[in-house]
């Protein structure tokens, strides 16, 4: 009866709390994954963001960042979704860490009006990766012959079951540099009047909060909960968004039978393996932050 009789009376007379929209990033950032594994995409979180930004009465926006990295494109992509709707809205992002910002998740925290981490957050790592594995040893013991066509001279670079070839790598060598290049102007022009000027900054190595904030790549050391309400009010209510829909692209079911009813078999079993395989190359990622 309250919250209805409230509601009767106009906004501009409404004594309430502040309300901050919160949205959670998390995972390595991949336009890949699946309904069992989901990664970190634009895709993924567009909608999220939307909503939180249209949260008229906020004073800010707060993005929580979770994220080992992973594809450059997609760290960029979010990246630039967050600054077009903060524009947009004329609202303040406030970015808080949690294990990780590191990579394109440092991409994406940097699109942070602040950026807020916890003294123990993994934060850096500006650079690009590119791994594989080799198996023409493997292949020959095993008896098999790899049979590859192609039409242009450069369709098979960087073959595992073929010798490293030294043009491939100065190929693969160009194309990261170029990369690098963006990232790190990217950071410049989001950071470039607090960063340091310690040479190691782009190298890719990384840091702990504490040092990160030193180095000016974060502004505050905390958490978020303890920052909104220090920044807004103690009666500061978070809210968080979540995606509308589940599973499968529907809403989330309420038991294990409705929610593999209908669904294809051998669509779910190569989901699943996909889920698995995706599982093993996201270990990968949290592996080199020592996570």
């Known amino acids: ?39 970190l995409s634009l895709a993924s979180c567009a909608e999220m963001l939307e909503k939180a930004f249209k949260e008229k009465e906020a004073p800010a926006v707060a993005i929580s960042v979770n994220s080992p990295g ?31 910002a590191a990579s394109g998740g440092y991409m994406i925290a940097v699109a942070g009006d602040e950026i807020i981490a916890d003294p123990s957050s993994i934060i850096g790592s500006i650079g690009v990766i590119s791994a594989g594995f080799g ?35 100065e190929r693969i060598k160009e194309l990261q540099l ?6 790190i102007n990217l950071v410049k ?22 040092s990160a904030k030193e180095l000016g790549l974060v502004d505050e050391i905390g958490d978020m909960r303890s920052f909104l309400k ?8 978070l809210k968080l968004i979540t995606p509308q829909r589940g599973l499968f692209g529907r809403r989330q079911p309420s038991s294990t039978a409705s929610l593999f009813s209908g669904v294809n078999t051998a669509q779910l079993s190569a989901d699943m393996l996909e889920g698995a395989m995706h599982t093993l190359d996201e270990r990968g990622y949290w592996s080199r932050l020592g996570l």
């Open 1 to 39: 009866m309250k919250k209805a009789l409230k509601k009767l009376v106009p906004a501009k007379f409404r004594k309430t709390n502040p309300v901050v929209p919160v949205v959670r990033l998390k995972g390595v950032i991949s336009a890949g994954g699946n309904a069992f594994n989901p990664a």
């Open 70 to 100: 992973g594809s450059p494109v997609q760290s960029r992509l979010i990246f630039r979704r967050i600054r077009d709707l903060a524009e947009e809205h004329k609202k303040k992002v406030l970015v808080f860490t949690e294990d990780a």
């Open 135 to 169: 198996f023409v040893e493997a292949i020959d013991k095993l008896g098999i012959e790899r049979r590859v066509y192609t039409a242009g001279q450069n369709k098979s670079t960087l073959d595992p079951f073929r010798p490293v070839k030294e043009e491939d790598i």
């Open 178 to 183: 170029e990369i690098h290049d963006v990232f």
């Open 189 to 210: 022009s989001r950071r470039a009047d607090k960063l340091s000027d310690n040479p190691d900054l782009f190298t890719g190595r990384f840091w702990a909060g504490q």
């Open 230 to 237: 220090k920044r807004f009010g103690d009666k500061t209510e």
